[in-house]
């Protein structure tokens, strides 16, 4: 269903599974939405990825942005249950940059995309230079002036409802000359649940306890209090700790937390409850959920150094991450005795 009268990205959708849309990263909660609107529910399961943390700094140093495990495979993402999507370009013709989302739209589908958001006047990142890591949201149906979208990051004079509202038609089009469209399908999935399951979960304690770099898994966590401090003398400090810090915890790396919570809780639902795996899930779960809990609040800390820099805000930051990280050993541990 892609008329406009589906809730696309509306806070009611995250009572279909029991997970919050304001912890999850913002190209999957498009996806979310686009699988809920053809009928598809089992979300959780199909969406879920091995839980990470990564400090992503660039070429020079300075940080980038921080992540967790559903933006690891960004730009080749693998997901579960028969749901696979890739990231297609759009012809860089001005004139044709539609073409890709036509397509998709005439195949019944909602459809994510990464534009240049610079030009766009409904989006809060309208003349904003470009941060370094796009922002997706969902585009439903084309009409001859104008296109209907969701988009939960818009201007408060945007004219969007409940993040539902029109971009002109020509805007769009320039800022999708060029950018990324996700591409998505859903299908048979090719292994049962529990293999899938198994590789969630093994690939959450590699990421987290065998990382590929120090920046990486549990001991990236441990570095987080140093980054927050190394940001004191940034030019910019108040934008880096919200957009590269405070943004990423809460959606990323919570998001990617509560998602595995949730898949956890829902294979408890359905089975007989009682025994030393359905324990030690049952605990993972509640870890998982309370580290997602940990990662929020330390963003909303975050979010108040960048208002109000003092040692004593950072002093609590370090305490949280210190406390999250505390979580997220002992959710990896449970995890490790599920395999």
Known sequence: MTD??????????????????ARISCWVHCLRDSLY?????????????????????TEDGELLTLYGGLDTAYEA??????????WETSPLDPGRALDLVARELARGHAVPVSPDLSGLRHSEFYRVPWSGYPHTFLVHRLGPDTALAADRNTRRNSGFTDNRGTVP?????????????????????????????HALLAGSVRNMTEPASPD??????????????????????????????????????????????????????????GGREAVVAAEA???????????????????LLGRSWSRENLRLCRERAGRVHELDARAVDRLARLL
């Not at 700790?241 to 359905?270: C, I, K, N, Y």
């Open 4 to 21: 406009g009268s589906f809730p696309y990205l509306s806070p009611s959708l995250d009572a279909v599974e029991g997970y919050a849309h």
């Open 37 to 57: 609107a053809v009928g598809f529910r089992d979300t959780a399961r199909a969406l879920a990825q091995p839980v990470n943390f990564a400090v992503e700094r």
């Open 77 to 86: 993402p693998r997901f579960q249950r028969g749901v696979t999507a890739r």
């Open 169 to 197: 038609l020509d805007e769009l089009r320039r800022g999708l000359a060029g950018a990324p469209v996700l591409v998505w399908d859903t299908g048979a999935a090719h292994d049962g649940w529990q293999d899938e399951r």
């Open 216 to 273: 990486e898994g549990l001991a990236g966590l441990r570095t987080l209090p140093d980054v927050l401090a190394g940001l004191a003398e940034h030019p910019s400090r108040s934008s880096v700790l919200r957009m590269r810090v405070s943004g990423p915890l809460q959606r990323q790396v919570a998001g990617d937390r509560q998602l595995l919570a949730a898949v956890l809780g829902q294979d408890l639902d359905q089975r007989a409850r």
């Open 285 to 303: 779960a509640e870890l998982l959920h309370a580290a997602s809990d940990g990662y929020a609040e330390l963003a909303r800390l975050v979010f």
